[in-house]
């Protein structure tokens, strides 16, 4: 038995196995020390989440240069076998190794962030976690009408990136154009009802017109873009029906909806309170040359 333990305890693979548990143990005691003190100095959700992720990535990159130095001398006449069957393992693992360059193409080149509203591929949503190897979206729309979310988590491989458009609603520019159609009967009191549009997007819309506009300029500075107005615009045309006038104006990216329901229940009013000289128009016919028409009524 005394033996037996000397010859344990004295084996060279033992002691390396010893080595690289004490080794793995230090490396993320040390890691869990700086992750605490960098978090206690960090407020901003977004940049703790980034570090945390970063923090994590070098503990397992550390734990496996580790165990490849103290291991060196027993790897050394396995090179070849380990070559080819490195390259066996790249090719069946491709899309994973596409997900990991992509989840380093995310958190470096700026595709998106944590808490962004992205569509990847058909499938809007607001990116709740970012993976190696997925990115986890809160689904918006499909069976649920605006922007709101319908209670369904997607993940998506981070490969996506190179292979598809990444379409990002608040990365640079936190706004987005809308749109509103109004028809007006012909015959209305078409500057009256022009008045009543600009009253409620005056009201309603010039805090984000003027955060829009501070935004818009910082992103000229950034990239090769004109100088686009970002205030409300109004503007008509006709056609056989009606008058219909469009209303064009930016809104912040998660409030399209709530934004489109205060316009209208303004304007509403505003048209109800006109007396009949402003008037929404619907679907007409209007019969040409028609021939005419009896009527006979029974008792």
Not at 18 to 42: M, P, S
Not at 64 to 79: A, C, E, N, P, Y
Not at 146 to 154: C, H
Not at 163 to 177: A, C, G, M, R
């Amino acid at each position: 038995m005394e033996t037996f333990l000397e010859q344990t305890i004295y084996d060279p693979t033992i002691g390396k196995i010893i080595a690289t548990i004490i080794g793995v143990i230090i490396i993320w005691l040390v890691l869990k020390v700086v992750q605490n003190r960098l978090f206690n100095n960090i407020e901003e959700l977004h940049q703790r989440y980034r570090v945390k992720k970063a923090s994590s990535f070098v503990g397992f990159l550390l734990t496996v240069v580790l165990i490849s130095v103290i291991f060196s001398d027993k790897l050394g006449g396995f090179t070849v076998a380990l070559g080819v069957a490195g390259a066996g393992i790249a090719f069946a693992l491709q899309e994973v190794i596409a997900s990991v360059a992509g989840w380093a193409a995310i958190m470096f080149g700026g595709f998106y962030k944590t808490g962004d509203r992205v569509q990847l591929g058909g499938i809007k949503g607001d990116v709740i976690d970012i993976g190696v190897l997925r990115t986890t979206l809160m689904e918006t729309g499909q069976w649920v009408d605006g922007d709101l979310y319908n209670g369904r988590i997607v993940r998506i491989a981070n490969s996506f990136v190179f292979k598809e458009p990444v379409f990002n609603y608040s990365s640079d520019f936190p706004f987005l154009w809308d749109e509103i159609k109004i028809p007006v009967r012909f015959g209305s009191n078409y500057d009256l009802a022009e008045t009543f549009f600009k009253s409620s997007l005056d009201e309603i819309i010039s805090k984000f017109s003027e955060t829009a506009a501070t935004t818009w300029k910082q992103l000229v500075k950034k990239y090769l873009i004109e100088n686009a107005t970002t205030k409300p615009m109004i503007t008509m045309i006709f056609n056989d029906n009606w008058v219909e006038f469009t209303l064009r104006y930016p809104v912040e990216y998660k409030r399209r909806r709530i934004t489109k329901d205060k316009l209208f229940r303004s304007i509403l009013k505003q048209i109800e309170s006109s007396d009949g000289e402003v008037k929404l128009a619907s679907a007409t016919f209007e019969i040409v040359d028609g021939s005419g028409i009896k009527v006979k009524v029974e008792k």
